[in-house]
């Protein structure tokens, strides 16, 4: 059983969520805004936080930019728009999935249950090993990266996909094996999503970008040759 924190001002939309997740076998507690999701983060834990985008005293975006301050636990956002430009914003929030309202609530619950069952499976598979080249060093332990002594910001995800990359270092991944492996085989999205993290974290990589090799018509490869 695991213990969702419901984020949004809409009643009946908690209520729905609520009566699904239950039905799960999940636990729910409710928020009718960002400023308490924030504030109940602060007293709880959770397994996962499902969170609206459009709210009043303080939306969603703002909010999970503050728990990841102090939380690294998992955000599946709901948002009335569907633009890319908005999904790249949650994600480089630190959200780990995105839903676009109306939503199925059957899809939604596969969605929690995949993206709990990665975090449960990341926990536990922590590899206790350092990985360095020239200033870029990768502890995956610590799940800790930095690059030329400064530590790297990047989101849960980024770290997820790096980590994958870094630890198949010289090998092509195929688009679909990324996708299967980090996301799982249960995902949902499309390799759009993909292709908006592996932006991200070229980003987040300064100078050692260039580590990540696009294999046109193929996938991605980290290499240090």
Known sequence: MSKLLVVDDEVRIRELIRKYAEFEGHTVEEAGDGMQAIEVCRKNTYDLIIMDVMMPELDGFSACREIRKFSDTPVIMLSARGEEYDKIHGFELGSDDYVVKPFSPKELMMRVNAVIKRSEGKNAQAEKDVFTYEGLTVDFSARIVTIDGKRAEMTPKEYELFFYMVKNKGLALTREKLISEVWGYDFF??????????KLLRKSLGDYSKCIV????VGYRFETN
């Open 214 to 217: 696009t294999l046109r018509g």
């Open 189 to 198: 999205g499309d390799e759009r999503t993909l292709d908006t993290h592996i």
